[in-house]
Each structure stands twice: as structure tokens, then as C-alpha cells.
């Protein structure tokens, strides 16, 4: 009896403190929402500029440690434009449904998704991001899957002339 009695008080003494402990929990994410439309300039060419007509939807999520500190930021991005040239009205169409994943403890920045792609009437495709790219704090490519060449090495000026 006497060892079943020590065997409940150690079990007991165990125990208690987990009873007593206020449950972990962590902070929920925030969110918020952004919707953004309008025409901006894009590049100037010889003879005529380009605009950029955009409308985008964003929805912004914060993430927390069990302490309240942020820790990752989700950016989700679904927008649609169109690039058209002010003189004669050609247009190049894009959408950027994509999401950006910001890791603030490890210091990188993810892009995942159709960053954009842009069309061009008969021709199809003419820029195009897509896939997955990771990023540290200095802009050092760390990870790279599916085509990235940007809006680099494209000649607007020519395809919308």
C-alpha cells in the first residue's frame, strides 16, 4: 500500500503543474485587403508612350509566434492589365495571379505562381514570369524553377509600335 501511495503522490506531484500551466496558444493571423486600379506610365518610346491600365486585388496574411512576433507574411496578388500605346491604341494584355511569401526569421523572400504574363493579339505569349523564385535579404537568388526572364530583354516599344 505504502509503495502504491508514493507511486500516486510522485504521479500527482507530476502532474500538477501541467494542470496549473495556461494553455500555449498563438496569435491569430491578420489579415488585410487591397484593391488598387488605375493607369500609370510605363516607357517611353520614340514617338509615343506606353500606359499601363491595371486593376489588382491583394490579400495580405501575418502570421505570429506563440510571443506575438511576426514571423511570415503571405501576399496573394490576382491583377490584370494591359499595356497600350497612347498613339496608335495597341494593346498587350497580362494577368499576375501569384502570391509572395515573406520568411522574416530566415530572411527570404519567396515569389510562387504567374507572376504575369502579357499577350500580345495574334502572337501569343510575349513576356511571361512563372514558377517558384527564392530570394534572400540582398536579392541573391537561392532558388529558381520555371521561366523567369521578367520584362527584361523585351522591346515594347517595338511589339505595341
Known amino acids: ?8 503522490l510522485v504521479l500527482a506531484l507530476a502532474v500538477a503543474p ?12 491578420t489579415v488585410e485587403t487591397f484593391h488598387f486600379e ?5 516607357v517611353s518610346c520614340e514617338g509615343f508612350d506606353i500606359i499601363v491600365n491595371f486593376s489588382v486585388d491583394i490579400v ?3 502570421f505570429y509566434d506563440n510571443t506575438g512576433e511576426p514571423i511570415r507574411i503571405q501576399i496573394q496578388f490576382q491583377g490584370e492589365g494591359e499595356l497600350v500605346n497612347t498613339v496608335t491604341g495597341a494593346t498587350n494584355t497580362g494577368s499576375s495571379p501569384s502570391m509572395v511569401i515573406v520568411d522574416l526569421e530566415a530572411g527570404t523572400e519567396t515569389e510562387v505562381g ?4 502579357n499577350n500580345l493579339p495574334g502572337e501569343g505569349i510575349v513576356a511571361l514570369q512563372a514558377g517558384r523564385i527564392t530570394v534572400d535579404e540582398d536579392g541573391n537568388v537561392l ?4 521561366p523567369q526572364p521578367g ?3 523585351v522591346d515594347w516599344c517595338s511589339i505595341l509600335d
Do not use: D, I, Q
Open 151 to 153: 520584362f527584361e530583354g
Open 143 to 146: 532558388f529558381s524553377a520555371g
Open 60 to 62: 495580405e496574411r501575418t
Open 38 to 42: 488605375g493607369t500609370v506610365p510605363f
Open 18 to 29: 501541467l494542470a496549473l500551466a495556461a494553455p500555449a496558444s498563438a496569435t491569430e493571423p
Open 1 to 8: 500500500m505504502r509503495g502504491r501511495f508514493r507511486f500516486l
Open 114 to 117: 504567374l507572376v504575369f504574363h
